[in-house]
């Protein structure tokens, strides 16, 4: 299972990072599940299904609201 980072969205495409490494991706949209956004944590099955992380997704913006209140203190 590969896991990626939704970067950005560009036209058609959301520009994903992979986990662990710095390998960008262009996946189509049409391809992500609907909830997906910038920030989101993807996981890709061995089949090629894509879904979201829910967990890891709430963990990573936990810890960018904590990094930006702390910065802005």
């Known amino acids: 299972m590969r896991k990626l980072i939704i970067n950005r969205f560009e036209g058609n495409f959301a520009i994903c990072e992979e986990k662990g490494n710095e390998k960008l991706f262009g996946i189509d949209r049409k391809e992500l599940p609907e909830q997906a956004a910038e920030g989101t944590v993807l996981e890709i099955s061995d089949e090629g ?15 960018i609201l904590a990094r930006q209140k702390k910065a802005f203190q």
Do not use: A, G, P, V
């Open 49 to 63: 299904e894509i879904s979201i992380n829910e967990e890891e997704t709430q963990q990573r913006r936990e810890r």
